[in-house]
């Protein structure tokens, strides 16, 4: 039996707090905690003195005053008279919605210039050599004007589309190509709720529909993987599937009376009614935020799909693979491991980037709640601080999203 | 025998056949098209189309940069010359040439300034990005900041010198007490840098630079191309210590520490540039104190080094996590102290893997630069959004002036990610 006894217990002294492994940290965090509550006083307190000092005072009731600006791209009914809340969640859904589009149309950019890269045609992955090499090495802020330019300075005025002698026809008598944005058929609903039909109600319940045909699907293939694992023989799915999406989605549609709203170049002598406006700045940055993005995204994919040993692609031409089949069902799922975890920041790259749209004058979140009501209120402070929040509660969700989606594909280790 | 051998023989081969050469269509050109051009039906087809579209391009594109007028004084006078022919109207570029990288404000006589400055930097930039040459260059590299910022900015010189002398003083400070204590030696290289500036700040006689052998030029008068590469150079050289900083602040085993650096990178990585830009145009200048005037180039440098610090760290912890931890081990079994084991063996290493990684950071931060034109700054992206395309001589020139920007943007950006590869293959040391 070993006589330990503790060590003989010194005195504290000063230096402890220093050379004394188990009183350093402690003491570090003192001084770092001393430190960070000093420069706050500090900061705190220069704040409040400019603030008296301006006649200020930090207060959020001005997002009830009326904005008194007009934003032409919106999602939800929106007038000068309207809140300056009301612009800030405009401004909101705009970002959104240039954040998703760009997103899919960067994704496949991203995928097609990658996958071509790979090609076995030299002048085919060259180009997109060139591509990837141009559109990364040049600041997305010029892109966007570039194309911003492209859209106003190359197409015809809506005036080109107006009257009986029009110099223009609307192509396929359907859609406008105009500097001011493309004038496309909009959609609405004759009995549906809200005055007119005209509620965002009716779309909800579009989209329920969707989800619904979805897990139905899913429903479907799961009984079809249970019956192939029992008898050996898949049960074509393929009709079933395809009705359960048709049926209750044509259905919904004709109950609710959908018909379209066509660009009506006889209506007004000034400008073309009707249909709805993409506008120019929406397009400008939609495509420039896709297509730069997609520059990354297309590197992303080359490194996912270079990162798969070639011993696969062999052994699934060893089994009687064909060419396309062991690209499905043999690289891209395990390429995929790879791909997603560059791919979520990417997206979030997109969303970030999108508050750019104040170059071109998309009204998005920086462009209203940080551009014309922070000029016309002159709340500084407050529109900052929300627009940030705005930005990392959807930088939170998306990353959230993408992490889940990216447990779920991840390789299970057993 | 011999006779009927020769005779009913119709021909002996008496040596090896030459080598034929293979089918025509098996070497040269041909063979390298048919192998990577037209190696089947889909290959011919995407080979086709290619050349349509590379055809298209250049038809669309070259005649308006062959035809392009180089000397005119306005847009009106470039389409008088061109007569209604298709053309590049670049004489733009060559009347707006100095306001392009200037800004339409840096005084005309002091462009050699700024020409020097950027000269140095190459210098200084030298031994850092190349391991090869002299070590003795660096002590250039450490006086550069200093000469560039009397080049540029101009007035009395004892400003910078009163800079340079605190530093010295710091260093030599740290010197003598940080082999024993690096904490010890941290604060008191500040507490003396501080006094240095502060006494030295107090000596320099008011006006000093009024009558300076280089004329004072205010910030707001900085723009252009040279704004573009000032913020980049300054923000990246700033930004790596603070990263390295806020990186091992984040593997920090006290809590405190440790919360404060992750929540201050979460937080700079979840909102976008501009929102950075906003608060360093309206909202930072209230955190100051009253009556200070601190001038927005100060301003948006603090916020831009802030947002590339956070990312440079996260590549730094990617680099710190990538070593096994058996260097942490090792080092802490040679009794090494912490500030010990990570200068001389955890961030040598680190530092290494995370080279690519920090170049990315710097490249992307580079283009960011140009954000500051949202925010009222004369870059090159605001003056040409801003002054050039407003004059009533060159309004619509957009293609351009556009393009001249992604072209100087394209340059040193493909330079600098060409200079991660070879580095990248230089530093590649294991795994041969």
Known sequence: MSTMTDPPKADFRLSMLINDTRYRS????????????????????????????????????????????????????????????????????????????????????????????????????????????????????????????????????????????????????????????????????????????????NWLVVIAVLILSHFATRFVNKNAQIKQEQTGNRPNTLLLNG???????????????????????????????????????????????SIYTGAFIAENVRAGIQAINKGQTEAAAALGLRQGRIMNLVILPQALRVIIPPLISQYLNITKNSSLAIAVGYADITATLGGITLNQTGRAIECVLLMMLFYLTASLLISTGMNIYNASVKLKER | MSDQTTNSIAFVADGTIPPSPPPANETGVVKWLRDNLFSNF????????????????????????????????????????????????????????????????????????PNLALLLLLVAAAPVLFFDLPRKLLLFTVVYPFIAFWLIWGGTILVPLVAFLGCVAAAVAFQKLGKNSFAAGFFTAIIVALVVWNVGGALIPEGASDNAWLSAVPSRDLGGFMLNMMLGVTCVSLSVPLGIALALGRQSD???????????????????????????????????????????????????????????????????????????????????????????????????????????????????????????????????????????????????????????????????????????????????
């Open chain 2, 42 to 113: 889909t290959n011919g087809l995407l080979t086709f189309a290619s050349l349509v579209l590379i055809y298209l391009l250049l038809k669309n594109t070259l005649p308006w940069f062959l035809n392009g007028i180089w000397q005119a004084d306005s847009l009106a006078q470039c389409r008088e010359i061109l007569n209604g022919n298709v053309g590049a109207c670049f004489a733009v570029l060559t009347e707006r040439w100095h306001q392009l990288l200037y800004g339409f404000k840096y005084p005309g006589d002091a462009y050699w300034r």
């Open chain 1, 243 to 289: 009705l359960i999406w048709l049926v209750p989605l044509v259905a919904v549609l004709f109950i609710l009376g959908l018909s379209w709203d066509f660009p009506d170049p006889l209506a007004n002598r000034f400008n073309l009614r009707g249909g709805l406006q993409i506008g120019a700045p929406l397009i400008a940055l939609w495509f420039a935020l």
């Open chain 1, 26 to 201: 402690l003491t570090f965090q003192v001084i770092a905690a001393v430190a960070i509550a000093l420069s706050i006083w500090y900061l705190g307190n220069n704040l409040i003195q400019n603030l008296r000092a301006a006649g200020l005072n930090i207060s959020y009731s001005f997002l009830g005053d009326p904005a008194g600006y007009d934003i032409n791209q919106r999602l939800i009914e929106y007038d000068s008279q309207s809140s300056h809340a009301r612009a800030a969640i405009v401004g909101i859904l705009n970002t959104l919605l240039v954040a998703v589009l760009a997103c899919i149309t960067a994704t496949f950019f991203g995928v097609f210039a990658g996958v071509l890269r790979l090609s076995n045609n030299w002048l085919v992955s060259k180009l997109m050599a060139i591509y990837v090499e141009i559109f990364r090495n040049i600041p997305v802020l010029i892109w966007i004007l570039i194309i911003f330019f492209i859209v106003t300075a190359a197409m015809p005025a809506p005036r080109a589309y107006l009257g009986e002698q029009a110099e223009r026809d609307l192509v396929l008598g359907l859609f406008a190509f105009t500097n001011r944005g493309i004038y496309v058929p909009s959609p609405f609903f004759t009995n549906g709720f809200g005055a007119e039909g005209g509620s965002a109600v």
């Open chain 2, 254 to 432: 006290m809590p405190l520490i440790k919360w404060v650096c992750v929540i201050f990178i979460e937080f700079i990585r979840g909102v976008p540039l501009i929102t950075l830009l906003f608060v360093a145009s309206v909202m930072l200048s209230y955190f100051f104190p009253p009556e200070s005037t601190v001038d927005l180039f100060l301003r948006v440098v603090i916020m831009i080094t802030m947002f590339s610090a956070a990312y440079i760290a996260e590549v730094i912890r990617g680099g710190l996590a990538a070593l096994p931890r058996g260097q942490y081990e090792a080092a802490d079994s040679l009794g090494l102290d912490y500030p010990q084991a990570m200068r001389l063996i955890i961030l040598p290493q680190a530092l290494k893997i995370s080279i690519p990684g920090i170049v990315n950071v710097a490249v992307g931060l580079f283009k960011d630069t140009t954000l500051v034109s949202v925010i009222s700054m004369f870059d090159l992206v605001g003056m040409i959004r801003g002054p050039i395309l407003a004059s009533t001589e060159w309004n619509g020139v957009y293609w351009e002036l556009l393009g001249f920007a992604a072209l100087l943007f394209f340059v040193v950006c493909y330079g600098i990610s060409q200079y991660s590869q070879w580095l990248e293959r230089r530093l590649a040391t294991d795994h041969r």
